[in-house]
């Protein structure tokens, strides 16, 4: 199975703080990465998808990179509503592996 | 709009079998490959299993490979996830999630179901 590792595992940042989330798969996975963000008791919520691609509806203060194995998720000005665990999964395999989490809280 | 609706989780003892339900609205379901993921309380999402829009296609991740099965029924849009030996470790709130026809990205979530397998 394909591995993903992300970091940090938390990150305490401020309102307007911008925010680098990093995903590093086991293999290449060309840029079939995907980020969701998660709030508590909540169901994933769909951010971005091939690696750069802004989900209908995401504000324009997220935005996505990398291909191969090395990814990012950057936040530009993070919002009050923004505070979440974020997970990286690939779905380069059907076999699809998410990323530990990244957990965002208020500094 | 698009909807899933999780539904069968409860309490059940280890050793123990449970089926949960997926009602899908809003979109084609038949035309839809759809998945099983997991999450243990305090813990992140693990993906569970794969089954292609017309049941061809099945894949399971090893933890549950030969205990949990997926199957759909396109003619009641409904997903099924058949959980058989269930183990303390099968606990978690389980979410079918739906995966676009085009580049195979899960962009749709249900709210989940909890499994507790406790004696």
């Known amino acids: 199975d394909i591995q993903m590792t992300q970091s940090p595992s938390t990150l305490s940042a401020s309102v307007g703080d911008r925010v680098t989330i990093t995903c590093r798969a086991s293999q290449s996975i060309s840029s079939w990465l995907a980020w969701y963000q998660q709030k508590s008791g909540k169901a994933p919520k769909l951010l971005i998808y091939?690696?750069?691609n802004l989900e209908s509806g995401v504000p324009s203060r997220f935005s996505g990179s990398g291909s191969g194995t090395e990814f990012t998720l950057t936040i530009s000005s993070l919002q009050p509503d923004d505070f979440a665990t974020y997970y990286c999964q690939q779905y380069s395999s059907y076999f699809r592996t998410f990323g530990q989490g990244t957990t965002v809280d208020i500094k | 709009q698009v909807q899933l609706v999780e539904s069968g989780g409860g309490v059940v003892q280890p050793g123990r079998s449970l089926r949960l339900s997926c009602a899908a609205s809003g979109f084609t379901f038949s035309s839809y490959a759809m998945h099983w993921v997991r999450q243990a309380p305090g813990k992140g999402l693990e993906w569970v299993a794969f089954m292609s829009y017309d049941g061809d296609k099945k894949y399971y991740a090893v933890s549950v490979k030969g205990r949990l099965t997926i199957s759909r029924d396109n003619s009641k849009n409904t997903l099924y996830l058949q959980m058989n030996s269930l183990r303390t470790e099968d606990t978690a709130v389980y979410y079918c999630?739906?995966?676009?026809?085009?580049?195979?990205?899960?962009?749709?979530w249900g709210q989940g179901t909890l499994v507790t397998v406790s004696s």
């Open positions: 999630a739906r995966e676009r026809i085009v580049g195979a990205t899960v962009d749709c």
């Open positions: 091939k690696a750069s």
